[in-house]
Nanobody, 124 residues
Framework: VEFVESGGGLVQPGGSLRLSCAAS????????VGWYRQAPGKERELVAL???????KYTDSVKGRFTISRDHARNTFHLQMNSLKPEDTAVYYC???????????????????WGQGIQVTVSS
């Protein structure tokens, strides 16, 4: 199973970007999904996550600006980022975490999958 990210780039402060993460396999519905980011010189931090029931959670700094969503039919999930700020600049990583470990073990799946990382730069 692979997860491939797309949608990053350069945007001015106040602008918007939409990140996408596409899974190659069809086991998507047993994975919780999330987005992390890592700025230069800083540790990777959780930005947003969504459990298998569709319940989202956000870190305080992005609440009201970012929205996580998932499309089970297309095995994809997204991060809509609005009102972007320079401090949002980072490499963003999508993550999928197995919520039913027994099933993942039986199917030979890993507990966690990561996207390759995609750069988001907010600058004027």
């Amino acid at each position: 199973v692979e997860f491939v990210e797309s949608g990053g780039g350069l945007v001015q402060p106040g602008g918007s970007l939409r990140l996408s993460c596409a899974a190659s396999g069809s086991i998507f519905n047993i994975f919780a999904v999330g987005w992390y980011r890592q700025a230069p010189g800083k540790e990777r931090e959780l930005v947003a996550l969504m459990d298998t029931g569709g319940n989202p959670k956000y870190t305080d700094s992005v609440k009201g600006r970012f929205t996580i969503s998932r499309d089970h039919a297309r095995n994809t999930f997204h991060l809509q980022m609005n009102s972007l700020k320079p401090e949002d600049t980072a490499v963003y990583y999508c993550n999928a975490h197995c919520s039913v470990q027994t099933i993942c073990t039986i199917r030979g799946l890993d507990a966690d999958y990561w996207g390759q990382g995609i750069q988001v730069t907010v600058s004027s």
